[in-house]
């Protein structure tokens, strides 16, 4: 899972800040995402044998 794109009201921006907005928004939940997801994965580790289970959508990329 993640954010591919994120697009924002030009009325709320200056023009020449939009773009650069939106590519920070993206990686700073792209990196958020990824993180909760290696949080999951060790505290599922910490189950043992079950901790390998892989579980659609909550893998790490």
Avoid: C, H, T
């Avoid at 060790?42 to 390998?52: A, F, R």
Wanted: overall charge negative; aromatic content about 2%; glycine content about 10%.
């Amino acid at each position: 899972m993640r954010v591919r794109k994120i697009e924002i009201d030009p009325s709320i921006v200056a023009a020449n800040d939009k773009s650069m907005l939106e590519d920070l928004i993206q990686v700073a939940v792209n990196d958020g995402m990824a993180r909760a997801q290696q949080l999951l994965a060790d505290e599922m580790g910490k189950l043992g044998p079950l901790g390998n289970i892989k579980l659609p959508g909550f893998g790490v990329e």
